[in-house]
């Protein structure tokens, strides 16, 4: 059993950032997906970003050039460094960690993206 702890989030004005980390409890080198989600209130969840294991990424279009996933294997801890932040980015982040026939969620952090 895996369990993710995610942080790092909080109110921000318009054009702001903040970088969300994902803390596993177990090694996650043999990953072979990380991805951060996002679910805004009446909203389905979404895809923001994902990395997988060779290193490769992927961004939703709405948050291309302004968001930037990241792991870290000696810390066991994903990233998602979130710049020119706008309103409707404002969500609940979650964290989704993939092995071989396992899938594993954090609990979320909220974003609030508001003046």
């Known amino acids: 059993q895996v369990q993710l702890v995610e942080s790092g989030g909080g109110l921000v004005q318009p054009g702001g950032s903040l970088r969300l980390s994902c803390a596993a409890s177990a090694r996650i080198f043999n990953s072979n997906f990380m991805g951060w989600y996002r679910q805004a209130p009446g909203k389905q969840r979404e895809l923001v970003a994902r990395?997988?294991?060779?290193?490769?990424?992927y961004y939703a279009d709405s948050v291309k050039g302004r968001f930037t996933i990241s792991r870290d294997n000696a810390k066991n801890t994903v990233y998602l460094q979130m710049n020119s932040l706008k309103p409707e980015d404002t969500a609940l982040y979650y964290c989704?960690?993939?092995?071989?026939?396992?899938?594993?969620w954090g609990q979320g952090t909220q974003v609030t993206v508001s003046s």
């Open positions: 989704n960690v993939r092995f071989p026939g396992y899938d594993y």
């Open positions: 990395i997988v294991g060779g290193g490769n990424t």
